[in-house]
Every structure is written in structure tokens, then in C-alpha cells.
């Protein structure tokens, strides 16, 4: 009986710290019809912003196949502030390096690369729309799975 306790007892403690880590701001995954992101496919992504005295960490990730056949993908991100302004920077999102080896975590044919933004300020409480539009001369990139947008509260 005394053992049984000890072994409760653990099981409460590991599942109390395991549960304590930070809950992102914000997170959202798109996923891609078919393995295919077409030129007018736009995923976007609404975040509500109430604290402008904070940083913010922005984690951009990309999952593809390992049958993507380019090194990179170049990507738009069109930022609207919640009084209509926008701003559109572009992005490089390297998936290989100069001998052709992925870049990203690979878990059999899948390969995960993220792109982080980190300590930025955004000046005006409200929503602020995020959208992500792909900058590749083709009209449509086949073997990528999906995108993820994470918000987090910088430390």
C-alpha cells in the first residue's frame, strides 16, 4: 500500500510539471490541399493583441516532403495592423544547405524548417491579420504539407 502511494504520488508530480510549460500566445496550423500550395492560396492568421508594452516571438514553420524539389521557398507575410495600415516583407525559408542536405527536423520523409521572428513589438492594441502568400516564380509548389504561425510572449 505505502508503495502504491510513492508510485501516485510521482505520477501526480511528473504530470504537474510536465503540464507547466508556457501556452503560445497564439498557434495555428494551415495545411495544404493535395501537398499543393497554389499562387492564390493565402493562409492567414488573426491575432488578437492587448498587451503593446510586450514583446513578441513569431515562429513561422514550414513541413514539406523530401520530395520538394527546390532548396528554399521564398514567401510573402502581409502584415495588417487593426487601423487597416499593412506592411508585405518577404521571407527566405532555407530548406537545404549548399550540398543538398535538409536543413530542418526530418522524421522519415517529412522535413520540418521554421523561420523565427523574435522581439518584436506590435504598436496598436486590436487584431492584427497576418497572411502568408508564397513568392516562387510558379503558379504552384506540389510536396508542401503545411504552415504553421506561433505567438509567443517574449522573455
Same mark, same amino acid.
Given at each position: 500500500?505505502? &508503495?502504491?502511494?510513492?508510485?501516485?504520488?510521482?505520477?501526480?508530480?511528473?504530470?504537474?510539471? !510536465?503540464?507547466?510549460?508556457?501556452?503560445?500566445?497564439?498557434? +495555428?496550423?494551415?495545411?495544404? +490541399?493535395?501537398?499543393?500550395?497554389?499562387?492564390?492560396?493565402?493562409?492567414?492568421? +488573426?491575432?488578437?493583441?492587448?498587451?503593446?508594452? !510586450?514583446?513578441?516571438?513569431?515562429?513561422?514553420? #514550414?513541413?514539406?516532403?523530401?520530395?520538394?524539389?527546390?532548396?528554399?521557398?521564398?514567401?510573402?507575410?502581409?502584415?495588417?495592423?487593426?487601423?487597416?495600415?499593412?506592411?508585405?516583407?518577404?521571407?527566405?525559408? +532555407?530548406?537545404?544547405?549548399?550540398? @543538398?542536405?535538409?536543413?530542418?527536423?526530418?522524421?522519415?520523409?517529412?522535413?520540418?524548417?521554421?523561420?523565427?521572428?523574435?522581439? &518584436?513589438? #506590435?504598436? $496598436?492594441?486590436?487584431?492584427?491579420?497576418?497572411? #502568408?502568400?508564397?513568392?516562387?516564380?510558379?503558379? $504552384?509548389?506540389?510536396?508542401?504539407?503545411? #504552415? @504553421?504561425?506561433?505567438?509567443?510572449?517574449?522573455?
Amino acid at each position: 500500500m505505502m &508503495r502504491l502511494n510513492k508510485v501516485l504520488i510521482i505520477g501526480i508530480l511528473f504530470y504537474i510539471l !510536465s503540464s507547466c510549460g508556457e501556452i503560445p500566445h497564439f498557434e +495555428k496550423v494551415y495545411s495544404f +490541399k493535395n501537398r499543393e500550395w497554389n499562387l492564390d492560396v493565402k493562409p492567414s492568421y +488573426k491575432v488578437n493583441i492587448e498587451d503593446v508594452n !510586450s514583446e513578441y516571438n513569431f515562429t513561422l514553420s #514550414l513541413r514539406v516532403t523530401t520530395d520538394y524539389k527546390y532548396s528554399n521557398i521564398w514567401v510573402f507575410m502581409k502584415t495588417e495592423s487593426p487601423d487597416g495600415t499593412t506592411a508585405r516583407e518577404p521571407f527566405e525559408i +532555407k530548406l537545404t544547405d549548399d550540398k @543538398g542536405v535538409w536543413v530542418g527536423n526530418k522524421t522519415g520523409s517529412i522535413v520540418e524548417t521554421s523561420l523565427y521572428f523574435k522581439k &518584436r513589438k #506590435l504598436p $496598436l492594441r486590436g487584431e492584427y491579420t497576418f497572411t #502568408l502568400e508564397q513568392g516562387i516564380t510558379e503558379s $504552384l509548389v506540389d510536396e508542401v504539407l503545411d #504552415l @504553421g504561425f506561433k505567438v509567443e510572449k517574449g522573455k
